[in-house]
């Protein structure tokens, strides 16, 4: 800049534009998420009785080969419930409720239908969710990204043609964080501890629940600042 002349540079003449692509792949694995629910009169006791629980889906899922690391619990408490005394509005502890979330990774699909038999027999009272998903999606992004890149610079040149510019070169290029976008089919739920025990002994030919993975998709944006000159 000339300062004492007092000229200023012209401003660059810019066009921002954005690319988006969409990849879509077959889920590699799915994470399983388990309620265990147990009451009782005595705190210590629906501890008790929740924990015994838990160890059983735990072992009969470890029978199937899924690893300790695959195994985690990711919700526990444990609630008073009341109850109102009679002729009066005063509340007094009834009984304690224990709700405990087990989550179980599978990473060969086709185990997915026995861990949900095996974890129900064992005393699962709800399977809360089923995600089949893509474990490293960002694995998947460089050939998303560089056709993201080649849509945005179509839709620049074909601006800058339209008001008739030349387009030049990119200026600043960014990029959007992965829009993942995983399936998240729910199977079954009891609010009843022992319900889904005594439905899963009930009907054994309902056996091999059919659960389908599907397919998951994702997106990666860029946006880029391209330079447009006069032709």
């Known amino acids: 800049m000339n300062e004492q ?19 879509t792949l077959s889920p ?33 899922v470890k029978t199937l080969g899924i690893e300790s690391r695959d195994i985690k619990s ?5 609630m008073p419930y009341y109850k109102i005394i009679s002729n009066t509005t005063r509340q007094v502890i009834d009984g ?10 599978a990473r060969d699909l086709a185990l997915v239908s026995d861990i949900l038999d ?11 969710s089923i995600n089949f998903t ?5 694995k998947h992004t460089a050939d998303a990204r560089i056709r993201a890149l080649e849509a945005a610079k179509q839709k620049a040149e074909k601006a800058a043609d339209i008001l008739g510019f030349r387009l030049g070169t990119p200026v600043s290029v960014s990029e959007n964080e992965p829009g993942f976008y995983p399936n998240y089919p729910y199977y079954a739920q009891s609010t009843q501890p022992g319900a889904m025990r005594e439905y899963a002994a009930a009907q054994p030919q309902a056996r091999q629940a059919s659960v389908e993975p599907g397919e998951t998709s994702f997106s990666v944006t860029m946006h880029v600042v ?6």
Do not use: W
């Open 5 to 23: 002349a007092g000229i200023l540079p012209l401003p660059r003449r810019t066009i921002q534009v954005s690319g988006t692509a969409k990849v």
């Open 28 to 60: 590699d694995v799915c994470y399983m998420t388990f309620t265990v629910e147990s009451e009782h009169k005595n705190a210590a006791k629906a501890y008790k009785e929740n924990n015994k629980l838990a160890n059983q889906i735990i072992s009969r």
């Open 74 to 78: 990711f919700y526990f408490s444990i």
């Open 96 to 105: 304690y409720r224990i709700f405990h979330y087990l989550m179980i990774t």
């Open 118 to 128: 095996l974890a129900v027999e064992a005393g699962a009272t709800g399977v809360h």
């Open 134 to 138: 893509v474990e490293e999606p960002k």
């Open 226 to 231: 391209y330079e447009i000159e006069p032709l």
